[in-house]
């Protein structure tokens, strides 16, 4: 019997090794094979395909919400920003990034792999999720333009990007999708990040607090005392559009990320999104409200975000009172974090730290306490993910916290070593002059609004 | 035989009752039982997840467009409440308005059933309903924002929200879609509204008028001899962008009303909705141009929105050529409600009444003309619905004047009480000071543009 | 033998007659049939229907690119011009446009049958198909209005977008999508024009390109001595918001062209369609730097855009690294054809003309170099088309130059004729005054910023 046991176990893996060779090595160009193996592909695809357009259209989302919070003068500067780094992204993920992502995974730490999308391999399942992947990783390039605004020059900002999609993204992408070390965690289920709240929007969030320290606060932002000053944003009607673009996108990014419309789940998805999202707002606003007695737009827009980022992690695992909880804490956390960093002196003009960077931390922390056994490793069957609230003990939370610690040390350091050797090396701020009299100009050649009569506050 | 059939009968009812508690009790959590069910359910989630975030998205259509259409020195003040009554439906929704409107129908009045999600029923095409019901029910709120724009205090707006998700939507909405009385009306096939030309537009449309008459105008409004003056709104573009958005998010709207993507019938939704949309804006366009000599762009937007309103009831009951004809009445209805409601007196700032009020009303109306025979309640077989001009009497058409004129009295009046209560308890108006300096800066602490040098109009 | 062959085929011919007749005149508005004859059709409709919509979704992005690349006094006139041509194309498209695109072939040259959709058919394929060439027309009608913005009457432009959607557009629609000549061409497999780079861009663009020169330069725009002068956009910011709208509209343009889920090459068109926006991007904002050393937003917008339509033809039938040399190509394109009409005295405001005329003929080109053997005719099953640099000799390529010169001339000539007409009954552009003063005041009554300080540039 004990024989019989270990060579069915033999067989096993080898049938599995030959099946994931067949896999890796599947050149489906036209598509045709793929979809007499599996009939019911399309609808798959799809679902994928229209959410990743989703997920796409978040970067005019994101330069809408920090170009709406920042200057005029910056105005054309921030435009710039959020279309390079989405240009670079695509361009450095399909170059190098998507193998160290998703290539053979080497001692847990990187995939490995031949270079343009894994030596120019032409199929379609390959394909797609390549362009999923790829949306994911210009989303987590573009939080940190909002950190670092008003002050960050172009041609940094530049190798900022190249840098975050080449490898600081992938490689903790892979820690956690792509076989890597963290979902392997000997805790609960592994790490778990369902939609990235920690692989996109902690590493993004972190990598921009280093930014934000190592440029320092804009000109004007603290008096001499260190008080804060706010610096009242440029247009509030393009960053309310902005957050609505970025909720709208959201649909895409949680709902999506089963990467299967089989899993009916996507409707749990949706509402919990979306309901976190509202809890976000609404509780940044009325803490606001508390202390200043004025309805902040611009807070309720950061509660929209703050609540929609905290999600990320948990909306396939938790029902959806829980989301309500979780969006509420939200709120709370990006208000306690936007104050909190100015208390220490940081200027992060648009809040995209404690959005992204906190919301992120609580988040992978939220599906610990509160993952209801519903669901599994992208997948309706068992084993479910379980958290502490609902009799999981504490293997998952600790998993998550494992995870978001790392997240958050990984893309910190990384970013504060990167932005520091370039400002070594020439410098990453703007000349004063520069900064007062806006980016626009200097750097692009061309104000942002030439009809208008500007303020330059 | 006859006992037999009364046998029959008997056991059709059992059946059905255990169907419907099966369905009410229904939780299926992981959405693994729902596929085994039905194989075929991911195309038809996709579609509805899909079209529901396009509905989503039309709430920054209506921000945009209301901004676009009122003054600089109110903008933050709209983003507000476009996004808060987003916020608070969505919350207020899954708190009990999802109950009201869907729960055990009582006397064909209103539903009920426990509170949160109908007692927090854990299921994935319960998830999926809600989602559908809620963007559909935030949809209905967003209307009033413009009628009552520029003068409501945002504590009443508040207020005002609670009470339409809770209330004031989902018990008319449960008149037509959950069973209600209207859905049982013995003419016709019952009242039809398709995809709510009636319970979101006429109902959004009508509270807003009955906000309007309570407030009064705006300072300036109307010139001492009660002739009407033009306020221009500060930005065409918004405005025009917005109801891009708006006809774009449309076609969730409408064509995801099948609620099931194996109606191919959404194919002949989608091309109605636009062609009275186009109807609606080329008469709103010519008409106001045979008037003035100007091509009035304001105008042929609310054309746009005119005729996507009054094509809302009918779209998937009517052929190419009706839906041409219900647009063009769609854009003289619009212009016409607009002067007309000047000529009272009633100041309705971006014309939200004329547009979801009055033209909701003529898409009630145009089932029952123009309804051709080839379409059931929510299904491609037989029943069909047919209106008078295709030879099916004057049943249906009763069905929808008397859902119109309920429409349209229940949420008149309903608003009206509430905006009374309000009133007389702690006032609805902003003060005159704040009135004449915006409301941005006094309620909300920022003005939306404060780079730019400002006009106060 | 050859008897039985003879009969087999000429059998083959009747039965593919019968067949073509039936689905001609295939009447199932409800449709129940067409489910049953294919259960598989939901998700295609609902493939076509989303993509569809994102199509549609494009006409804010043209209008917000436009408006952002003009001045400020001319901002809703632009919201006009384009909203009014997705009206007019609507209608028009509904009246007669599409049985001329794609009635009955005559000749080879356009189609045939009754107006209003082909005779009221009512059918649920026809209204799919009927919806889909409809958002295909409209963009290329709108393509024009950023070529010929800030001095072309509107009364002209209402004139041509008839014209455009009636006539010009359906009829080389036909020549290539309707089973017209250029289809039927002995090279390669037919001239091949996978998403319209040609039929959509390159007669807009050329349409463009003619009433640019009909209409001579703006006033300002060349010194005495012929020298070009940048007369900046009034809002990089809305431009940008544009260009980032179209590049998500383009996710329906081209994948969606397959008018088919079940090609599940659709991801390949997705990733292709986004490497070349990319490296349009990229291109563009490289060539300029080195030049001026300033880095161009406007310039790496339209390299976006540059990229996309070049890619609009080949997309299907290349692989990835083609994707992004097609993409560096066009933003090559498009710098240099914006430098080269202002060289020429050609004053076309956006680059509309550089933009889609240019790289569309570009686009088209570059299926008959890159074209890899792995999709067929809007087919996953052989024949495959096939490049100069796969093998496949020079046959495509003539096939592609030959169907890129007729689209050029077709466009250029009787967009020229049609201007000229015009503009010899009553004047196509407005009087010096109103070209100073701006087009919103004269032409429709109302500023675009009427609570804004404004320069009059």
Redesign the interface.
């Known amino acids: 019997m004990k024989v019989r046991a270990r060579y069915l176990f033999l067989m096993a893996l080898v049938i599995l090794g030959l099946g994931l060779s067949a896999l890796a090595f599947a050149q489906d160009?036209?598509?045709?094979e793929?979809?007499e193996a599996n009939?019911?592909?399309?609808?798959?695809?799809?679902?994928v395909?229209?959410c990743?357009?989703?997920v796409?259209?978040m970067?005019?989302g994101f330069?809408?919400v920090e170009?709406g919070f920042c200057?005029?003068?910056n105005?054309?500067n921030l435009?710039?920003k959020?279309?390079?780094d989405?240009?670079?992204g695509?361009?450095g993920f399909?170059i190098i990034g998507y193998s160290i992502m998703k290539g053979a995974d080497k001692f847990g730490l990187f995939g490995t792999g031949p270079l343009?999308?894994l030596g120019?391999q032409?199929d379609?399942?390959k394909?797609?999720d390549?362009?999923w992947q790829?949306v994911f990783c210009a989303t987590a390039a573009t939080i940190v333009s909002g950190a670092v605004a008003e002050r960050l020059k172009?041609s940094a900002y530049l190798i900022y990007s190249t840098c975050l999609s080449l490898f600081i993204y992938p490689i903790y992408g892979h820690w956690v999708w792509g076989g890597g070390w963290l979902s392997q965690l000997p805790f609960g289920m592994g790490h778990l990040d369902f939609a990235g709240s920690g692989v996109v929007h902690t590493i993004g969030g972190m990598v921009g607090l280093a930014g934000a320290i190592v440029l320092g606060p804009r000109f004007g932002k603290f008096a001499k005392d260190g008080k804060p000053k706010a610096i009242?944003?440029?247009?509030?009607?393009?960053?309310?559009?902005g957050?609505?673009?970025l909720?709208?996108g959201w649909?895409?990014f949680n709902?999506g990320s089963t990467f299967n419309?089989?899993?009916?789940?996507?409707?749990?998805i949706?509402?919990n999104t979306?309901?976190a999202?509202?809890?976000g707002?609404?509780m940044a606003?009325i803490t606001v409200f508390l202390k200043?007695k004025?309805?902040?737009?611009?807070m309720?827009?950061n509660g929209?975000l703050a609540g929609l980022v905290a999600i990320t992690a948990p909306c396939a695992w938790v029902?959806?009172?829980a989301a309500?909880v979780i969006g509420l804490v939200a709120g709370l956390v990006v208000v306690l974090g936007v104050y909190g960093l100015e208390r220490l002196g940081i200027d992060d003009p648009v809040g995209a730290v404690s959005v992204h960077g906190f919301n992120g931390i609580w988040g992978l922390i939220s599906v610990g306490l509160f993952a209801?056994g519903?669901?599994g490793n992208y997948a309706?069957?068992e084993p479910?993910a379980r958290g502490l609230f609902y009799g999981g003990g504490a293997g998952q939370l600790i998993a998550q916290l494992i995870g978001a610690a790392t997240a958050a040390i990984w893309a910190f350091v990384m970013g504060y070593i990167m932005f520091k050797i370039m400002d070594s090396i020439f410098g990453i701020r703007v000349s004063p002059e520069e900064e007062l009299k806006g980016l626009?100009i200097l750097?692009?050649?061309?104000?942002?609004?030439?009809?208008?009569?500007?303020?330059?506050?």
């Not at 009242?232 to 559009?241: D, E, I, K, Q, R």
């Not at 004025?294 to 611009?298: E, L």
Request: zero cysteines; aromatic letters at 18%.
């Open positions: 160009p036209t598509g045709a793929t979809l009939p019911q592909a399309p609808v798959d695809y799809v679902w395909m229209i990743g357009f989703l796409m259209f970067q005019p330069a809408m170009t200057r005029a003068k105005a054309t435009m710039a959020n279309l390079l989405f240009v670079i695509s361009l399909f343009f999308l120019g032409y379609v399942g394909y797609l390549f362009f790829l172009f009242p944003g440029h247009s509030m009607t393009l960053a309310a559009l957050a609505f673009i909720w709208f649909f895409g709902p419309a089989h899993h009916l789940r996507i409707s749990v949706a509402v979306n309901l999202a509202a809890a707002a609404l606003l200043t004025k309805w902040d737009v611009g309720a827009l929209v029902e959806a009172w309500v209801d519903t669901y309706i069957t479910f626009d750097e692009h050649g061309t104000p942002a609004y030439p009809n208008f009569y500007t303020i330059n506050s």
